[in-house]
């Protein structure tokens, strides 16, 4: 059973409410670096700084970070199988800078600690802020996002699924039980 949560236009007034509050609690966005985890991270960090720059008539930097090497449970030791890796792509020194992490559900915690690690790999920032288009609870490691798209509680047999209309050909997120 699937279940639509949020729509094309609802996800488009959260978008842009995330860049209000990037905005307002930075006190702008000079030296702000934006980090999409891959890979609906990406196309969300993008949409952000196509708002921020519309409101504020200034270009960020958006990059893009894949963490399969960091990942702590995706890893097979005695697997032939080697992990497919699509490379990270920052377009700036992050050292000393303020980057925001974006990522599109936030869970246990687990896909933003590998970001992380994969972050300081890259150069030590300032500051980091994480920012969600969904936090769906149940974390396992102490992460809180700065800026949240939307809370939906679910079950632990209920799944949280992003379209996105570069990829998905449709924007949404809906809920999915999940069978056994």
Request: hydrophobic share 40%; glycine share 6%.
């Given at each position: 059973?699937?279940k639509?949560v949020v729509?094309s236009t609802?996800?488009?007034?959260?978008f842009?409410?995330?860049?209000y509050?990037?905005i307002?609690?930075?006190?702008?966005?000079?030296?702000l670096v934006?980090?999409?985890?891959?890979?609906?991270?990406?196309f969300i960090?993008?949409?952000i700084?196509?708002r921020l720059e519309q409101?504020?008539?200034?270009?960020l930097?958006?990059g893009?970070?894949?963490?399969?090497?960091?990942?702590d449970d995706?890893h097979d030791l005695n697997?032939?199988?080697?992990?497919?890796i699509n490379?990270?792509?920052?377009?700036?020194?992050?050292?000393n800078?303020?980057v925001?992490?974006?990522d599109d559900?936030l869970?246990t915690?687990?896909?933003i600690?590998?970001?992380l690690?994969?972050?300081?790999?890259?150069g030590?920032?300032k500051?980091i802020?994480?920012?969600?288009?969904?936090?769906?609870?149940?974390r396992?490691?102490?992460?809180?996002?700065d800026?949240?798209?939307?809370n939906?509680?679910?079950?632990?047999?209920?799944?949280?699924k992003?379209?996105?209309e570069?990829?998905d050909?449709?924007?949404?997120?809906t809920?999915?039980k999940?069978?056994?």
């Open positions: 059973m699937t639509e729509d609802t996800m488009k007034r959260v842009t409410r995330i860049t509050e990037i307002e609690q930075n006190k702008g966005i000079s030296d934006l980090v999409g985890i891959k890979t609906r991270g990406v960090a993008h949409r700084a196509k409101l504020e008539g200034i270009t930097p958006v893009t970070l894949d963490i399969t090497l960091y990942r995706q697997s032939q199988n080697e992990p497919q490379g990270s792509d920052i377009p700036v020194d992050i050292t800078k303020h925001i992490l974006i559900v869970y915690g687990r896909t600690r590998a970001a690690d994969a972050l300081m790999d890259l030590r920032p500051k802020s994480l920012a969600v288009l969904v936090d769906r609870g149940h396992e490691l102490p992460i809180r996002p800026f949240v798209g939307k939906i509680p679910t079950a632990l047999t209920e799944q949280i992003v379209a996105m570069e990829i050909q449709h924007d949404g997120i809920i999915e999940l069978t056994k």
